[in-house]
C-alpha cells in the first residue's frame, strides 16, 4: 500500500512535465511584460525543481523491495519524464536571457 501511494504521488509529480513544457511554449509565443515574465520564470524554475524530485523517489521506489514488474515499469516512465527536467531548466534561463524577458529578467 505504501508503496502504491509513493507511485500515486510521483504520477503527479510527473504529470507536471507537460504543464512546464505548454508554459514555455506560452512564454515564447507571448508578448508578455518583462515583470510577467520574470514572475511566471521563476514559477516553472520552482515546478521544474519539484520534478526533478523524482530522480530519488524513483530510486528508492526501485530499490523498495515491494517494488513489483508493475512499478518498475511505472519506474521507469516517470525518468523519462523526470529526464525532461534539465532540458526544461535551459529553456527557463534561455527565456530569462533573451530579448523577450528583457533586462528586468536578466538581473532576476
Known sequence: ??????????RVQAAKVPSLEAEIQRLNDSSVGSAAVAAEA??????????????????????SSAGSAAVAAEAEQLRVQAAKVPSLEAEIQRLNDSSVGSAAVAAE
Do not use: G, N, T
Open 42 to 63: 521563476d514559477q516553472l524554475r520552482v515546478q521544474a525543481a519539484q520534478v526533478l524530485a523524482l530522480e530519488a523517489e524513483i530510486r528508492q521506489l526501485k530499490d
Open 1 to 10: 500500500a505504501a508503496v502504491a501511494a509513493e507511485a500515486e504521488q510521483l
